[in-house]
């Protein structure tokens, strides 16, 4: 199983960047999925969950209406859109087999 983390960098507030989490060595469509993020000092969290079949997302209150989470399981991938970015959501970014393996995480600063 392996997952791999990519589109991270860093953003101006008010900004977007989209994350992709490519996923190989299971069959991708019968899992949920799930992003976290962990900020320094802080501990991890959840952000968003996507159903196996991308039919039911969940969002944690802090980027609900702001983020958006996907998949495309023809290509093993799930994304996480993430609008209108604020400095609190600079962290290290990581998606996540429900519920046993994890990506290595992908860097997002939002700075001016």
């Known amino acids: 199983v392996q997952l791999v983390e990519s589109g991270g960098g860093l953003v101006q507030p008010g900004g977007s960047l989209r994350l992709s989490c490519a996923a190989s060595g299971f069959s991708f469509s019968n899992y949920d999925m799930r992003w976290y993020r962990q900020a320094p000092g802080k501990e991890r969290e959840m952000v968003a969950t996507i159903s196996s079949s991308g039919g039911s997302r969940s969002y944690s209150n802090s980027v609900k209406g702001r983020f958006i989470i996907s998949r495309e399981n023809a290509k093993n991938t799930v994304y996480l859109q993430m609008n209108s970015l604020k400095p609190e959501d600079t962290a290290v970014y990581y998606c996540?087999?429900?519920?046993?393996?994890w990506g290595q995480g992908t860097q997002v600063t939002v700075s001016s």
């Open positions: 996540r087999r429900m519920f046993d393996y």
